[in-house]
């Protein structure tokens, strides 16, 4: 953390003193200055700002959720603020929190680019800025990365789409009784002002890439570049509107379509819902390509429950937050909290010091397993998808 020190004349012995507080002064050197936090201070009188992205995606309510009641028990007074996917608002409520006083800053960024004058600001007043599971780039004022590990993330995935197609088993081996046609699948990205859908892309394009070589699988419409499958927002709607171009463009005359690559559970529910009503299903037993997803929203385990999405991505954002605010108290606290990769986050102006968690592949046969045994989901949210 960043150290201020108070110069104070000592005017009898013509002495110098310099008292050093780790954070625990604001950038004027008053005590009580906005922002100011101390390693003797009470959690009670401090509060953290958490900065989400919406509240139109299931998995960020319970970020917000997880990371609110976390912080809450340790005794901080939390302002968690959804920004309702509109760069401007979010860029608004942080500018209010930092405004207000808070004593550290926990931002799933919109747009990883947009909150450069946000975090001089926040800088400038001695708060720090931990980025949450979205990098924040282009700024020398973040101080910590928590997130999981995106690439790996992006091979399950990709992982999954192969098992779904038989060329793997559940185990990543390879299957006896691979397909010996080739496969067509089509391919979506995320958005593409997420930092994260880099790595997913990246991770799951170089995990598919010999059967690309080979001619095991096949993209038909050719799209495999980022910014043509890229899917601005992670939007369901759009997702659902390319998949049906992709179906009138590139499958009107009768080819057939085995896959589908998707990042993320809400794409994947658009991508399905694109396929069923062009005929396709209505589950997997019934003709329905495999499509693969990300964060295990409820919505999506219940349809890999009832046959009709193939897996998903489970990234435990109980554990994502309690890791945020493992970093958020050691930083109030004055120390630094464990980072177990310093090499990888680079946000264009520096490497980020990060802690990256590890994530599961879901497939029907093990939600129980992962979600309902772990208390992430009771069987009946799973019956009901709700």
Not at 52 to 68: C, F, H, L, Y
Not at 268 to 288: D, F, N, W, Y
Not at 297 to 307: K, T, Y
Not at 363 to 379: A, P
Request: aromatic share 6%.
């Amino acid at each position: 953390m960043r150290i201020n020190r108070l110069v104070a004349a000592t005017a009898g012995l013509g002495l110098a003193l310099t008292l050093a507080a780790c954070g625990g002064q604001g950038a004027g050197g008053v005590d009580d200055a906005p922002g100011g936090n101390s390693a003797d201070a009470d959690p009670s009188d401090q509060t953290i700002g958490v900065a989400m992205p919406t509240q139109t995606s299931e998995r960020w309510i319970a970020d917000g959720e997880a990371v609110k009641s976390q912080l809450e028990e340790k005794g901080y007074t939390v302002d968690l603020q959804f920004a309702n996917d509109d760069i401007p608002t979010q860029s608004q409520q942080i500018d209010q929190m930092i405004t207000q006083g808070v004593d550290l800053l926990i931002i799933a960024s919109i747009d990883g680019t947009a909150l450069s004058s946000q975090l001089e600001s926040a800088a400038a007043k001695d708060i720090p800025v931990i980025a949450y599971d979205r990098l924040i780039n282009g700024s020398d004022h973040v101080e910590f990365y928590v997130t999981f590990d995106n690439y790996n993330v992006g091979v399950q995935q990709a992982t999954s789409l192969l098992v779904g197609l038989g060329f793997l088993e559940e185990d990543g081996t390879e299957a006896a009784d691979a397909p010996t046609s080739p496969q067509n699948i089509e391919v979506f990205a995320g958005s593409p002002d997420d930092n994260n859908a880099g790595f997913f892309f990246d991770g799951a394009m170089e995990t598919l890439a010999p059967y690309l070589e080979d001619g095991r699988i096949v993209v038909p419409s050719g799209q495999t570049d980022f910014d043509t499958v890229a899917t601005l927002r992670w939007s369901q709607e759009a997702a659902q509107t390319r998949m049906e171009d992709l179906l009138t463009s590139t499958y009107s005359g009768g080819e057939e379509l085995d896959g589908v690559l998707s990042p993320f559970d809400g794409i994947s529910r658009g991508v399905i819902t694109a396929l069923q009503g062009a005929g396709h299903g209505p589950s997997l037993e019934e003709g329905l390509p495999i499509v693969s997803g990300q964060d295990a929203e409820i919505a999506s385990v219940s349809l890999i429950d009832q046959g009709v999405q193939f897996a998903t991505i489970f990234k435990d954002t109980r554990k994502l937050a309690s890791q945020a605010v493992t970093a958020a108290t050691s930083f109030l606290e004055g120390d630094e909290p464990e980072a177990n990769d310093t090499e990888t986050y680079d946000n264009g102006v520096k490497i980020v010091p990060s802690y990256l968690l590890e994530s599961d592949i879901v497939y029907k046969e093990n939600i129980s397993e992962l979600l309902i045994d772990s208390g992430y989901y009771t069987q009946e949210q799973v019956d009901t998808g709700q």
